[in-house]
Every structure is written in structure tokens, then in C-alpha cells.
């Protein structure tokens, strides 16, 4: 049962709690769907870049020719490029002195199946959301392309310098090599033609060559002579591996970018992931106006007690004061 005081309450200012409550489901319906919507839709603009190559340091790897797993694994890192901190700094310059500020950080997915990278900018100006999309995906193809251009040329300087220091070492033990089988006996080289002629001359002299030293080394009974011919083998075999790794790579081969664009952008309205409607802002409002103008009630409603009680306390003190002159004048 509701206590006789709430029932005066409502009696008494019914009018000021219902015009308050009205005045606060307005105001709510209003203003909460535009303050929690951003005021509005924005735009969405995307542009999608494929990744033909990857250069690493073992050489090329091109898409449905090389190694997928490790195609996949650098489409992943040229996205989290996009997102790195210094990335965005140099985007957010770049796009400044466009005249664009960026207000919204853009996301880069990668899609490793198909050797995508998908980049999606946002903004409430749909020019705005294509400058930023579109400058996004210039700056990200320039630093993987000046990436890649590194490590070619990390690439050739390496091979460039390991072939030289190979051809002096190799050069060195020719020599060395060459000294020790003057320093044999005729009769022993002598031998080891006849066994090569024997044989037969093969097509490979430079294994022939390999065989008749070791004849050599075998009949001296010389190790170092063993020695010298097993590292100039292996260098052989170096400079070898060399040959074939700078046929396999060239920077002449390397026609076109890394990263290219497959889908230009693209730029759609899109509305706020959160959105409020008026009728449910209008409820709220009205809930919250029931509160405050139930506390503004009781609020009056104290205050026109106390000066109810106030006024019967002055009137009994002017009684209590007109009974006393009566005494007085009675005596």
C-alpha cells in the first residue's frame, strides 16, 4: 500500500513531475540518437593491392611459382606494415599536406590465400575517404618496393664480394697446388698420365685434371697435395652454387612492382556501427524526467511543509503572546 504521503505528493504536483518527464523525453529524442550516432553516416572507401613476389635473401619467390607458405607469411607482414605506428605517422603527414586529416585510423587485412592486402579508410566526406584509402596504398606499394630494391642489392653486392674472395682463394690454392706436383719426381708424373691415358680423356677435363692429381697425391704419398686438391674442389663447387644463384636472380628479371593494385577505390556510405532510435531515446528521457521530477516533488513538497509548519508555529507564538496581554490587562 502506498503511504498517504507519496499519494499527496502525486496530488499535489502530478503537473510538475508530468512536465518534466515530457520535457526530458523530448530533449532525449532529440539529442541522444545525433550525439551517439556522430551526427550522421560516414563513407567507406577500399582499395585492394595484390602481391605478385617476394624477394628474400635465398633469392625470388613469385606467386604460383615459388613457395606458397612463404608468399602467404610476406602478404601477412606487408599488411602489419600498414598498421605499424610509423607507417600511420608517414600517412597522416603525407595526407596532411593534402589538406585531409586523419581522424580514423585505416585497417589492413590480408587475405593469404590469394596474396591480397585489403586497405579500408573512413571518414564522413567520401573524398576524404578515397584520398586516404588511395594514398595509403601508393605509400604501402613504395615501401615494399624500396624494400625489395634493398635487398637486391644487398643481394648482388654479397654474391659480388663472396665470388671475389672465393676466385683469390681459389687462385692461391691453384698455385699452391701447382708448386707441390713440380716438387714430385718425374717418374711420378710420368705414371699418373699413363693411368689418365688409360682411361680415357673424358669430356670434364677439370675432373680428369681432379683424378690425376689424386693419382698423384696417392703415389707421393704427399697429404698436403690431397688437401689442397679437396679445397679447391669445394671452392669449384662455390663459385659454382654462385653461378647458379645469380642466373636464378637478377634484378633484369624483376620486371613490374611487388605489390600492384587489383582493385581501384571504391567508396560506399556506410551508417555508425552504433545507432540510437528516437523512440527509444524519447523512453529513456522520459524514465530519467519521472526520476528528477519525482525528486523536485518531494523536494516542494518538504519545502511547503516546513513553511506550513513554520507559519503554525509563528501563529501559535502570536496566540501564546495575545493570551499573556490579556492576563496582564485583566490584572
Known sequence: MIPDHYWRILRNWYWL??????????????????????????????????????VSFSGTTAAGEGDSEAMASYTTSIAERGSSPQF??????????????????????????????TIEATANVPN??????????ELLIADTTAEEGRIALSL????DQQETELLARLTAVYADRLDRLFELGESDVREALTGLVSRGVSASLSADYVRL????????????????????EALESQLAEISAARRDFSTELLQGGPVSIVTPAETVPFAPATTLK????????LLVGLVLGWIGGNMLESMQLNLRMKKHREEEWDTSLSSAGSLFSDD
Not at 213 to 218: I, K, N, P
Not at 224 to 229: G, I, K, P, S
Request: charged content about 15%.
Open 88 to 117: 600511420l605517422s608517414t600517412l597522416k603527414d603525407t595526407l596532411a599536406e593534402e589538406g585531409v586529416t586523419l581522424k580514423v585510423d585505416p585497417s589492413f587485412t590480408a587475405n593469404e590465400g590469394l596474396f591480397r592486402v
Open 17 to 54: 513531475i508530468g512536465g518534466i518527464a515530457l520535457a526530458c523525453a523530448l530533449i532525449a529524442a532529440v539529442m541522444l540518437p545525433a550525439l551517439l550516432n556522430g551526427g550522421g553516416s560516414g563513407h567507406s572507401s577500399s582499395v585492394t593491392l595484390g602481391v605478385t613476389r617476394m
Open 213 to 232: 692429381v689424386e693419382d698423384l697425391a696417392r703415389l707421393s704419398g704427399d697429404p698436403q697435395l690431397t688437401v689442397l686438391n679437396t679445397e679447391a
Open 278 to 285: 528516437a523512440r527509444d531515446a524519447a523512453v529513456m528521457g
Open 128 to 137: 576524404d575517404a578515397r584520398v586516404i584509402a588511395e594514398t595509403a596504398a
Open 156 to 159: 648482388t653486392s654479397t654474391s
